[in-house]
T-cell receptor
Framework: AQKVTQAQTEISVVEKEDVTLDCVYETRDTTYYLFWYKQPPSGELVFLIRRNSFDEQNEISGRYSWNFQKSTSSFNFTITASQVVDSAVYFCALSGGGADGLTFGKGTHLIIQP | SQTIHQWPATLVQPVGSPLSLECTVEGTSNPNLYWYRQAAGRGLQLLFYSVGIGQISSEVPQNLSASRPQDRQFILSSKKLLLSDSGFYLC???????????FGPGTRLLVL
């Protein structure tokens, strides 16, 4: 069975600090996708990034960056110079394993204090 | 561009009453459709998914059911709600199975 673990239940930092959200996954598939979603207080899940299991290149998009390491089964998400608008719950998710939906972690509640 | 709608946005229902939540997608054809539930303090749990009209797969046995009467319409139903059905229900669509899913605004259901 597949599993996604987000060990950090809640993180609180002061604005402009860098913060890293951890994600560790388990799967027996050799081909899979990893995702990060953002859930602001309004509740809607916003897609941030998708990573193919064959592509271990790190990716940077503005203040966001993602570090995918197959050797440690991790797909961590870093926000540089955090802003109050980054406050949200962030979910890591995994596809594959014979299921047609996504397997989600329990989420990390990120609080950015002004 | 594609958009996904859900209604109602909020619902308060008594135990034992029926339920009907609706999800529609615009701007795409033959999407894969999904219903998830997010209970307080927990992650998202996949309830149902559909790869076409009339084709429904259930992930978790419970007193909920789903139907897909039209290509871009997905309905979540119950004949008798339980207290444990309270939660945030999210509908999502994707172009292909196991690829990026795009979520609707959700329905907050409170069963009293």
């Amino acid at each position: 069975a597949q599993k996604v673990t987000q060990a950090q239940t809640e993180i609180s930092v002061v604005e402009k600090e860098d913060v890293t959200l951890d994600c560790v996954y388990e799967t027996r598939d050799t081909t899979y996708y990893l995702f990060w979603y953002k859930q602001p207080p309004s509740g809607e899940l916003v897609f941030l990034i998708r990573r193919n299991s064959f592509d271990e290149q790190n990716e940077i998009s503005g203040r966001y960056s993602w570090n995918f390491q197959k050797s440690t089964s991790s797909f961590n998400f870093t926000i540089t110079a955090s802003q109050v608008v980054d406050s949200a719950v962030y979910f890591c998710a995994l596809s594959g394993g014979g299921a047609d939906g996504l397997t989600f972690g329990k989420g990390t509640h990120l609080i950015i204090q002004p | 561009s594609q958009t996904i709608h859900q209604w109602p946005a909020t619902l308060v229902q008594p135990v034992g009453s029926p339920l009907s939540l609706e999800c529609t997608v615009e701007g795409t054809s033959n999407p894969n459709l999904y219903w998830y539930r997010q209970a307080a303090g927990r992650g998202l749990q996949l309830l149902f998914y559909s790869v076409g009209i009339g084709q429904i797969s259930s992930e978790v046995p419970q007193n909920l059911s789903a139907s897909r009467p039209q290509d871009r319409q997905f309905i979540l139903s119950s004949k008798k709600l339980l207290l444990s059905d309270s939660g945030f229900y999210l509908c999502a669509w994707s172009v292909r199975v196991r690829e990026t899913q795009y979520f609707g605004p959700g329905t907050r259901l409170l069963v009293l």
